[in-house]
């Protein structure tokens, strides 16, 4: 997409009430191949400022997709470069917009964290929010590579069946004669089809 086809893709979610920390990660979802609905419940107190009126949603948003996609497992934060990352993005966004703060970049000096505050009559004061989720996603860019982007771990995983580890089920008499072979082989033939149940089931879910 064009910064500007983003900056309407993003106008049209904050429109619809998202918060610009959940346009931009949501977006870096999309790219990394991230389920949305946990990309838009991760970012969902990022919003004003982290309710503060402090780093703006957009650029925290774009902080967590820097280190999923550069960041580093070990306690070494610079194993990965996202430091660094981190500050260049920050600093260009400083010189693009004047601040990371949310109460400084909202029109008319509103500080939308704070249940005291007004918006000034007349001003709008997310006029711009769209533009800078637009912004941080075309600064981060500049650094992220395709293959930063495929690098990226896998967070929603499939729950584990539980028939899974289980033996293969043969057939054991159930006591003697004719009758205790057939109730081990109707155990055995349950103990399958659960297992290949829950199979599909996961398979499903993975699917959808």
């Not at 610009?20 to 419940?41: I, T």
């Not at 610079?78 to 970049?105: H, I, P, Q, T, Y």
């Not at 249940?115 to 637009?134: F, L, M, R, S, T």
């Not at 149940?197 to 959808?208: F, G, M």
Request: include cysteine; charged fraction near 20%.
């Amino acid at each position: 997409m064009s910064y500007q086809e983003n900056v309407e893709r993003f106008q049209t979610m904050l429109d619809e009430g998202s918060h610009c920390s959940q346009c931009v990660f949501g977006y870096w979802a999309e790219r990394m191949g991230l389920d949305d609905e946990f990309a838009r419940r991760a970012s969902s107190g990022l919003g004003m400022g982290v309710n503060h009126g402090d780093s703006c949603g957009a650029v925290t948003a774009t902080v967590l997709a820097l280190g999923l996609a550069r960041g580093a497992t070990s306690g070494d934060a610079k194993n990965g470069g996202v430091e660094d990352l981190v500050k260049d993005v920050e600093a260009a966004f400083v010189e693009r917009n004047g601040s990371l703060l949310c109460r400084d970049l909202l029109s008319g000096g509103y500080d939308a964290a704070d249940p005291n505050a007004h918006a000034p009559e007349g001003v709008d004061p997310w006029e711009n929010c769209a533009k800078y989720c637009a912004d941080a996603v075309e600064l981060a860019e500049q650094y992220l590579t395709a293959a930063d982007l495929a690098n990226c771990p896998a967070i929603v995983s499939t729950p584990a069946s539980p028939w899974e580890g289980m033996p293969e089920p043969t057939v054991v008499a159930a006591g003697s004669g004719a009758v205790g072979v057939a109730i081990g082989a109707v155990a055995a033939a349950i103990i399958t089809y659960e297992r290949r149940r829950a199979k599909n089931e996961h398979t499903l879910q993975d699917r959808s």
